[in-house]
């Protein structure tokens, strides 16, 4: 891979766009699209391809395994997605995160937690939040975005760029203006910084660490329960992260 490829990993909850936005940043059908809650990204699946814009860029495009209602257990998912980090060997440019436009759910609030859990806090800065299925003209979505939930607007002034609507199914080609013009507008502001692999193995491993934690929590106190000490009363411990994001 080289080092002047622009790489984008693309994230999200199941059934929200993600392959359809793959497809609309490449100009053609790569990757497989889901119509239901199971997700048709089963494994990180890439393309490579040359964006002619006002500037002419190489770029790869890495769409990942939906991070809920893909009918695997968190766990599982949570690995699979991790698998990204082999097709992006010097690093990401942009994380990609898709949700559908409408109200911000449950889901994509556990989505953008398990996002940080697995990559930390760090990955913010790198990441450009696009929505979906939104017809809006841009003035309108300006205005809109101010509305959002409190859980939401807490995270837009940690993300590479303010976030943007594309409608990739009723008009493609503007879609894929604004998704790239947003991204040469990252870009521009992150001078070059990427997010590292490094981070990417820090802050995986401080979620395995968190995770074994948390296991051996339960079973100990399912063992103080049996003996009869007690109720089971579970803590849980937020895992420091490292804020620094490291250039390939």
Known sequence: MSEGLFTCVVVGVTGDGKSTTCNTMVGQEVFDTSVGLESATAECMHHDYLYLGPEVR?????????????????????????????????????????????????????????????????????????????????????????????????????????????????????????????????????KGVRYSNEALAEARACYDVKQEDERSAFAAAVADWRKGSGPIVVERESCARSSDTGAA
């Open 58 to 190: 190489e770029m790869r495009v890495v769409d990942t395994i939906g991070l809920h209602d893909t009918g695997l257990p968190q766990e599982t998912v949570m690995e699979r997605f991790s698998t990204f980090a082999e097709l992006v060997p010097c690093g990401i440019n942009l994380f990609l995160f898709i949700v559908r436009w409408g109200r911000f759910k449950p889901e994509h609030e556990a989505a953008f937690d398990a996002f940080v859990a697995n990559c930390g806090e760090a990955a913010l800065s790198n990441t450009l939040l696009i929505f979906t299925s939104c017809a809006l003209t841009d003035e309108a979505f300006a205005a809109h975005i101010d509305k959002v939930p409190a859980s939401l607007r807490r995270l837009l002034p940690k993300l590479a760029s303010a976030p943007i609507g594309i409608d990739s199914l009723k008009n493609p080609s503007a879609a894929r203006a604004s998704i790239h013009a947003a991204i040469d507008e990252a870009a521009a502001a992150l």
